[in-house]
């Protein structure tokens, strides 16, 4: 009897279609030993770029002529796939208008920007459609969580891939995973408004994930929380990176989490500078 779905070989035995090993219908997949998945994270990393976000030189001028603005003067920054990087500065030093340009949400005027290995401006958009862009390839987690108050948990995490296009069960298979790694999947069917501050950052933060984007910025994503819950969320947004090879920027003012960050950028003037060993130790004193 011929197992449905399976192919036939010379020899009458049934096979998978699907499978290249030579093992027959019934066999069982042998348990990967822990070398061989250090193996296979090693060769991914191996493949990866080995910088996930580069800016170089990046400028934004608003307005013409005596009016003009200049809100970014020459930004550098990079940051490696899995590192979760802080960017600080003053009110009115840029870090919003360098947000919404790495978020590809306004136009720079000048510079480079590369995500994930690709070149997605020089001096003009190299990526046709910016909608996409943002949508896979970049994930955002903001001061407040933004759920949609009418979907449960588990669609407020799935609504992007459904968007991105792939089949409701699959997207609901990964809004799983992610609410299981973050440690709320037993509020999987709950609605928004029926979670707690920490629970619907943890969503929001899942919700970032869900497209498997190479980065996530993260604006002021602590700022609402008390310490406890603050730190919480900033080892999340760790495991997360480290788990995922995710790049993470944290625009942030928030002096509790300054001890977390093992890189920071400060902006100041429209200028970024990255700070040094002794002056993240003097922040975290400060904190």
């Known amino acids: 009897m011929r197992c449905a779905g399976w192919s036939r070989s010379s020899s009458s035995a049934c096979w998978p279609a ?3 090993s030579g093992r027959p219908c019934g ?11 250090k193996a296979r994270v090693d060769a991914e990393k191996a493949t990866e770029p080995r910088v996930a976000i580069l800016l170089e030189g990046v400028r934004k001028r608003y307005g013409r002529g005596d009016t003009a603005v200049d809100a970014l003067k020459g930004v550098d920054m990079r940051v490696a ?20 340009c790495l978020g590809a949400v306004i136009e720079p005027t000048a510079g480079r920007m590369t995500l994930g290995g690709e070149l997605i401006y020089d ?11 943002r949508r896979d390839r970049i994930g955002f987690v903001f001061q407040a969580p933004y759920l949609i108050p009418f979907l449960d948990v588990t669609d407020n995490v799935a609504l992007l891939p459904m968007l991105a296009g792939r089949p409701n ?8 995973e992610l609410l299981d790694a973050l440690g709320v999947s037993h509020r999987a069917k709950a609605q928004p408004s029926e979670l707690s501050g920490g629970e619907q950052q943890r969503v929001a933060i899942a919700r970032a994930l869900a497209n498997r984007p190479p980065v996530i910025l993260a604006d002021e994503p602590t700022a609402p929380l008390d310490s406890e819950r603050a730190l919480g969320v900033m080892k999340i947004l760790e495991q997360m990176a480290g788990q995922y ?8 003012h928030d002096e509790k989490i300054m001890p977390t960050f093992r890189r920071i950028y400060q902006i100041r003037d429209g200028r970024t500078a990255e700070l040094s060993e002794a002056e993240r130790a003097g922040l975290a004193r400060g904190a």
């Open 18 to 20: 699907r499978w290249r």
């Open 27 to 37: 066999s069982i997949r042998p348990r990967r030993s822990g070398a061989e998945v």
């Open 81 to 100: 796939p899995g590192e979760v990087v802080g960017l600080i500065g003053p009110s009115g030093s840029g870090k919003s208008t360098l947000l919404k």
């Open 123 to 133: 001096d003009g958009w190299k990526i046709p459609d910016l909608r996409a862009l």
């Open 169 to 176: 069960s699959e997207a609901r298979d990964r809004a799983r």
């Open 245 to 252: 090879r995710t790049a993470i920027i944290v625009v942030t």
